[in-house]
C-alpha cells in the first residue's frame, strides 16, 4: 500500500510505500547511522526505540539532526557523506539534486560535501524483485579544531599564492590563529610545519586524537508494502 516513498528526505510518488515504524527513509536512516557508528553511539534504534509509540511514523530527519548535534557536541565536524541507495524503482536520478539538497541542509554542509546516487542488482534478490530498498552511507567525521586551522592555513596560503610570493606579514593573522588552535591542541612544538602544505599538515597531524578523523558507514534495509 502507499502512493509514496520518503528517500534523503525527499518524497517520491510511487505505487507502494516503504514499511518501517518511522517514516522509513532508508537513505537518511544509513546516513545517521554511519554517525553514530563513526561516534561508537550504536545505530537509531539505541537513541529512539523502535519500542517507543513516539516514534511511530516520525520524520527521520529528527533522527538525523540528532546524530549531527551529538558529532557537534563531542567537537566533530562533517567533512563529507557519501549515500549509495540501491533500487529497481523509483528512478532516483531525476530526484539526486532535490535529496542532496535537503541533505546537506538538515546536515549543515555545503551541497558539495553531499553525494546521493542510486543503483540497482540487475534484476538480483528482493532488491531486484522489487520487494524494498537498501541504502548505504559513508562519511567523514573531522575533528573541529583540525578544520577550523586547516581552513585558517589555507586562507592565509591562498592570499600568499596570489602574490606569486610568501609575503610572512600576509601570513601573520593565520600563524596567530594557528599558534592559537595549536596551543589549545598542545602540539604548537609543530607549528613550523603548519603553514607548508593542507596536505602536510593533515599527515603530520595524523597521529594526535585531537586531528584523528572518523569514519563511519552504515547499511540500512526497508521492505515495500505488499
Given at each position: 500500500?502507499?502512493?509514496?516513498?520518503?528517500?534523503?528526505?525527499?518524497?517520491?510518488?510511487?505505487?507502494?510505500?516503504?514499511?518501517?515504524?518511522?517514516?522509513?527513509?532508508?537513505?537518511?536512516?544509513?546516513?545517521?547511522?554511519?554517525?553514530?557508528?563513526?561516534?561508537?553511539?550504536?545505530?537509531?534504534?539505541?537513541?529512539?526505540?523502535?519500542?517507543?509509540?513516539?516514534?511511530?511514523?516520525?520524520?527521520?530527519?529528527?533522527?538525523?539532526?540528532?546524530?549531527?548535534?551529538?558529532?557537534?557536541?563531542?567537537?566533530?565536524?562533517?567533512?563529507?557523506?557519501?549515500?549509495?541507495?540501491?533500487?529497481?524503482?523509483?528512478?532516483?536520478?531525476?530526484?539526486?539534486?532535490?535529496?542532496?539538497?535537503?541533505?546537506?541542509?538538515?546536515?549543515?554542509?555545503?551541497?558539495?560535501?553531499?553525494?546521493?546516487?542510486?543503483?540497482?542488482?540487475?534484476?538480483?534478490?528482493?532488491?531486484?524483485?522489487?520487494?524494498?530498498?537498501?541504502?548505504?552511507?559513508?562519511?567523514?567525521?573531522?575533528?573541529?579544531?583540525?578544520?577550523?586551522?586547516?581552513?585558517?592555513?589555507?586562507?592565509?596560503?591562498?592570499?600568499?599564492?596570489?602574490?606569486?610570493?610568501?609575503?610572512?606579514?600576509?601570513?601573520?593573522?593565520?600563524?596567530?590563529?594557528?599558534?592559537?588552535?595549536?596551543?589549545?591542541?598542545?602540539?604548537?612544538?609543530?607549528?613550523?610545519?603548519?603553514?607548508?602544505?593542507?596536505?602536510?599538515?593533515?599527515?603530520?597531524?595524523?597521529?594526535?586524537?585531537?586531528?584523528?578523523?572518523?569514519?563511519?558507514?552504515a547499511f540500512f534495509t526497508c521492505l515495500l508494502?505488499?
Amino acid at each position: 500500500p502507499g502512493d509514496h516513498v520518503i528517500l534523503c528526505g525527499h518524497r517520491i510518488p510511487h505505487d507502494r510505500g516503504l514499511q518501517g515504524h518511522s517514516d522509513a527513509d532508508v537513505g537518511m536512516h544509513a546516513v545517521t547511522d554511519a554517525i553514530y557508528g563513526a561516534l561508537a553511539e550504536g545505530d537509531i534504534g539505541r537513541h529512539f526505540p523502535p519500542s517507543d509509540p513516539q516514534w511511530k511514523g516520525a520524520d527521520s530527519a529528527i533522527f538525523l539532526k540528532h546524530a549531527v548535534a551529538l558529532a557537534a557536541s563531542r567537537e566533530y565536524r562533517i567533512a563529507n557523506m557519501d549515500c549509495t541507495l540501491i533500487c529497481e524503482f523509483p528512478k532516483i536520478g531525476p530526484h539526486a539534486t532535490a535529496m542532496r539538497t535537503e541533505m546537506a541542509r538538515l546536515m549543515r554542509l555545503e551541497p558539495g560535501q553531499v553525494s546521493v546516487k542510486a543503483t540497482t542488482t540487475e534484476g538480483m534478490g528482493f532488491v531486484g524483485r522489487r520487494e524494498g530498498i537498501m541504502a548505504l552511507a559513508t562519511l567523514l567525521l573531522a575533528a573541529a579544531a583540525s578544520v577550523q586551522l586547516a581552513e585558517v592555513l589555507s586562507a592565509g596560503l591562498g592570499r600568499a599564492s596570489r602574490l606569486s610570493r610568501l609575503v610572512p606579514a600576509l601570513l601573520l593573522p593565520a600563524i596567530a590563529r594557528a599558534r592559537e588552535l595549536a596551543n589549545r591542541i598542545d602540539c604548537a612544538n609543530n607549528l613550523s610545519q603548519m603553514y607548508t602544505s593542507a596536505h602536510i599538515y593533515m599527515s603530520a597531524y595524523g597521529k594526535n586524537r585531537y586531528f584523528m578523523p572518523h569514519v563511519g558507514d552504515a547499511f540500512f534495509t526497508c521492505l515495500l508494502g505488499h
